[in-house]
């Protein structure tokens, strides 16, 4: 599944800084807005134990994680949803990303220009939520046009799609992000061919200085506070800190330095274990001697459905799925062990795949 977050932000917020940590792909940091114009993309490794605990079991010949994409997406400035700057491309990349990882500066520096001369998050927020808030706005009210001309023939599903829609067309023009309305499915499908910008799911990073890394300053309070209505996660990360810790290749010496700033894991690894919850993610894992895998799946997904991320042939002939939990692998230390304890289970069609299922799967095309 290629899955997608595009990093966001006003020009010279860090967003550069943060996914050259992220990535070996390197985006041009540069402190003038508008150096990274194309969209730099980076496949990022999911940190995630289970696969260690899985491979010291296993021995397998090779450890396959499970990724998602990054985008680094060009810097936003007032009036892009009007074409200024590099409005329009920013806008079409950013409609293409499963979610948003929105990049605020909450930091001072007078050797970094900010594009508004001042540093202010819940002002630099503001900014970018106008602009998408804008660009959704143009989208729903050339819906609402098509429909109140169809609706004149008095077709009752026509005029709650458009009751839906004014719903919606309200939410946006009182500053607010589509991601926030609560309203019913069927009144949500109304908008489901938009593809609205602000209705994506976000995370907040909040990028501090090295003092700040552990509590955070008055930035990040007024940066919680203004997000507060819309149960989205505030990650306070350091990017000139994890910009640091990427250049060290040596394990052991990057384990010293998070010592050093007494962190437990690095602000990257909790933003793209984050980025996966966000995502409604979870992972299954396949075992053998050839290899330790871990493949990504939707929560809720059935077992013929997860089969087929591993190939379409899996879930067009899928028989059953052969079950272990991680907790049962670990006990018994092997699958004919896990078997002989009566600890794995033989699943059907209708079987949920849970987190951390160890699965193999029976076919037949």
């Keep these: 599944m290629a899955l997608q977050c595009g990093i966001v932000g006003l020009p010279n917020v860090g967003k550069s800084t943060l996914f050259n940590a992220l990535s070996s792909a390197r985006a041009e940091a540069a402190n003038f807005p508008f150096c990274t114009i194309e969209p730099n993309v980076g496949v990022i490794t999911v940190p995630d134990e289970r696969l260690d605990i899985l491979s010291d079991l296993v021995k397998p010949e090779k450890v396959i994680p499970t990724v998602i994409e990054f985008v680094d997406i060009a810097g936003l400035v007032k009036g892009a949803s009007r074409g200024e700057g590099l409005g329009n491309k920013f806008l079409g990349n950013i409609r293409e990303v ?8 909450c930091f001072d520096n007078d050797n970094i220009v900010h594009v508004d001369g001042r540093v ?3 002002a630099d927020k503001e900014i970018i939520d106008a602009e998408l808030q804008l660009k959704d706005l143009d989208s729903v009210e050339k819906k609402v046009q ?7 023939s008095g077709d009752a599903k026509l005029k709650k799609q458009l009751e839906s829609l004014q719903k ?5 023009e009182s500053g607010k992000n589509v991601r926030s309305i609560e309203l019913p499915e069927d009144e949500q499908e109304v908008v ?9 799911p976000v ?3 909040a990028n501090v200085d090295e003092g700040c890394i552990h509590t955070g300053n008055h930035y990040v309070d007024a940066l919680k506070k203004t997000v507060a209505d819309e149960n989205a996660e505030v990650l306070i990360i350091s990017a000139a800190i994890e910009s640091q810790i990427a250049d060290l290749e040596d394990p052991e010496e990057r384990k010293l330095f998070l010592e050093e700033y007494q962190l437990a894991e690095s602000g990257l690894s909790r933003l793209i274990k984050s980025s996966y919850k966000l995502l409604n993610l979870v992972t299954y894992f396949t075992a053998g001697p050839k290899e330790v895998r871990a493949w990504t799946i939707q929560r809720g997904w059935k077992a013929p459905k997860a089969a087929g991320v591993i190939h379409s042939d899996f879930e067009r002939g899928f028989i059953k799925a052969e079950v272990i939990k991680l907790e049962n692998y670990q006990k018994y230390k092997s699958e004919s062990a896990c078997r002989d304890a009566g600890k794995l289970s033989i699943e059907g069609k209708d079987y949920i795949v849970q987190d951390g299922d160890i699965m193999h799967f029976r076919f037949n095309v």
Excluded at 146 to 152: L, S
């Design 98 to 105: 499963d979610a948003i990882i929105h990049v605020v500066r």
């Design 120 to 122: 202010n998050p819940v």
């Design 146 to 152: 098509r429909v109140e001309k169809m609706a004149k």
């Design 168 to 172: 919606y067309k309200n939410h946006l």
């Design 192 to 200: 489901s061919d938009l593809f609205l910008l602000t209705a994506k």
């Design 203 to 205: 995370i907040y990073v």
